[in-house]
C-alpha cells in the first residue's frame, strides 16, 4: 500500500503533522511520498520520498488542510486517487477527521474499515474543447470589471433555461453546494443527489431565481456582452478570461473524486456546519 501526503502551506501546524504521518507510515512499513510543495515549506522529509502531486501515483492521500487543499490535490493530480481528509481549515466541508483522530483514522483506513464517497465533477469546454480543469464544488462565469454586470444567456439541454443580467452566473456540484453557490442563494444539495445549481450571481431581475438540473444536462453559456472581457473560474483555484465569443458547454465529467469515509452521516453534519458558517 501507497501513501501521499500534502498539507496545507500555510499552517505550521498542518506541516508538523504531515510529518508526523509520513513519519508514522513509513515506521508501519509503508511507501510514502510527500508533494514538492509541502517539503518546500517543510524541508524535513526525505528528498527521495519527495514528487510533484502531478506526478503522484498511490493508493491513498492523506491531506492535511482544509478545502483548498483537497482541491489543490484534485486540479493536480491525474488520477482519481481516493483522498482521506484532516481538517486544519476553517469549516472543512469536504474533510471529515479532526487532527486529534488523525492515527485513529488512519488506522482504520490500513484496516480496510472504510468506504469510498464519490462526488461529482464538472468539465468545461470553450469552443468545444477541454483545456481548463474539471470542477470538484463548481464552475463560475464572471464579470471581468467590478461593479459592471454581464449579459448571459444559458441553456440546458439545448433550451433556453433564462437570460440573466447580473455579475456572474455559478454552475455548481452538490459538493459545491455549500460554497459559492449558497452564498448567491442557491440550495444545499444533498451530496447523494445527482443534480446540479445553476445559481445566478446578483441578478437584476428577481425573477431569476436558482435552479436544479439534471447532472446529465448538458448546460451552454453564451455571452451577451461583447464589449468587456469576462472571467472563468473553477473551484476558487484556476482563473482564466473569456472572450465575448467563446462557446462555453458544461458536463458532467467521467472523473469523479473519491473521499476516505467513515461515516455515512448526512444530517445533521453537513447542516450544522452550514449554520456555524452563516
Given at each position: 500500500?501507497?501513501?501521499?501526503?500534502?498539507?496545507?502551506r500555510?499552517?505550521?501546524?498542518?506541516?508538523?503533522?504531515?510529518?508526523?504521518?509520513?513519519?508514522?507510515?513509513?515506521?508501519?512499513?509503508?511507501?510514502?511520498?510527500?508533494?514538492?510543495?509541502t517539503?518546500?515549506?517543510?524541508?524535513?522529509?526525505?528528498?527521495?520520498?519527495?514528487?510533484?502531486?502531478?506526478?503522484?501515483?498511490?493508493?491513498?492521500i492523506?491531506?492535511?488542510?482544509?478545502?483548498?487543499?483537497?482541491?489543490?490535490?484534485?486540479?493536480?493530480?491525474?488520477?482519481?486517487?481516493?483522498?482521506?481528509?484532516?481538517?486544519?481549515?476553517?469549516?472543512?466541508?469536504?474533510?471529515?477527521?479532526?487532527?486529534?483522530?488523525?492515527?485513529?483514522?488512519?488506522?482504520?483506513?490500513?484496516?480496510?474499515?472504510?468506504?469510498?464517497?464519490?462526488?461529482?465533477?464538472?468539465?468545461?469546454?470553450?469552443?468545444?474543447?477541454n483545456?481548463?480543469?474539471?470542477?470538484?464544488?463548481?464552475?463560475?462565469?464572471?464579470t471581468g470589471?467590478?461593479?459592471?454586470?454581464?449579459?448571459?444567456?444559458?441553456?440546458?439541454?439545448?433550451?433556453?433555461?433564462?437570460?440573466?443580467?447580473?455579475?456572474?452566473?455559478?454552475?455548481?456540484t452538490?459538493?459545491?453546494?455549500?460554497?459559492?453557490?449558497?452564498?448567491?442563494g442557491?440550495?444545499?444539495?444533498?451530496?447523494?443527489?445527482?443534480?446540479v445549481?445553476?445559481?445566478?450571481?446578483?441578478?437584476?431581475?428577481?425573477?431569476?431565481?436558482?435552479?436544479?438540473?439534471?447532472?446529465?444536462?448538458?448546460?451552454?453559456?453564451?455571452?451577451?456582452?461583447l464589449?468587456?472581457?469576462?472571467i472563468?473560474?473553477?473551484?476558487?483555484?484556476?482563473?482564466?478570461?473569456?472572450?465575448?465569443?467563446?462557446?462555453?458547454?458544461?458536463?458532467?465529467?467521467?472523473?469523479?473524486?473519491?473521499?476516505?469515509?467513515?461515516?455515512?452521516?448526512?444530517?445533521p453534519?453537513?447542516t450544522?456546519?452550514?449554520?456555524?458558517?452563516?
Amino acid at each position: 500500500m501507497k501513501f501521499g501526503v500534502v498539507a496545507r502551506r500555510d499552517k505550521e501546524a498542518a506541516l508538523k503533522l504531515a510529518y508526523r504521518v509520513y513519519d508514522f507510515l513509513r515506521v508501519s512499513g509503508f511507501e510514502v511520498f510527500v508533494d514538492t510543495e509541502t517539503h518546500k515549506h517543510f524541508p524535513y522529509f526525505n528528498e527521495e520520498d519527495v514528487i510533484p502531486l502531478e506526478n503522484m501515483d498511490v493508493d491513498f492521500i492523506i491531506a492535511i488542510g482544509g478545502d483548498g487543499t483537497i482541491l489543490r490535490i484534485e486540479h493536480r493530480t491525474k488520477k482519481d486517487i481516493p483522498i482521506l481528509g484532516i481538517n486544519m481549515g476553517t469549516l472543512g466541508f469536504l474533510t471529515e477527521v479532526e487532527p486529534n483522530e488523525a492515527f485513529f483514522a488512519i488506522n482504520k483506513l490500513i484496516e480496510g474499515d472504510y468506504y469510498i464517497d464519490e462526488r461529482i465533477k464538472l468539465r468545461t469546454y470553450l469552443n468545444g474543447e477541454n483545456t481548463v480543469p474539471d470542477a470538484l464544488n463548481e464552475v463560475a462565469i464572471l464579470t471581468g470589471i467590478p461593479g459592471k454586470i454581464v449579459h448571459l444567456k444559458y441553456y440546458v439541454d439545448d433550451g433556453l433555461a433564462d437570460e440573466v443580467r447580473s455579475d456572474g452566473l455559478i454552475i455548481s456540484t452538490p459538493t459545491g453546494s455549500t460554497g459559492y453557490a449558497m452564498s448567491a442563494g442557491g440550495p444545499f444539495l444533498d451530496p447523494r443527489i445527482d443534480g446540479v445549481i445553476i445559481a445566478p450571481l446578483a441578478p437584476i431581475a428577481l425573477s431569476s431565481r436558482p435552479m436544479v438540473v439534471p447532472a446529465t444536462s448538458k448546460i451552454d453559456i453564451r455571452i451577451m456582452t461583447l464589449t468587456r472581457n469576462v472571467i472563468l473560474a473553477i473551484d476558487g483555484q484556476f482563473y482564466t478570461y473569456l472572450s465575448p465569443e467563446v462557446e462555453i458547454t458544461i458536463k458532467k465529467s467521467p472523473r469523479k473524486t473519491k473521499f476516505v469515509r467513515f461515516s455515512r452521516e448526512i444530517y445533521p453534519k453537513y447542516t450544522l456546519k452550514i449554520k456555524k458558517k452563516f
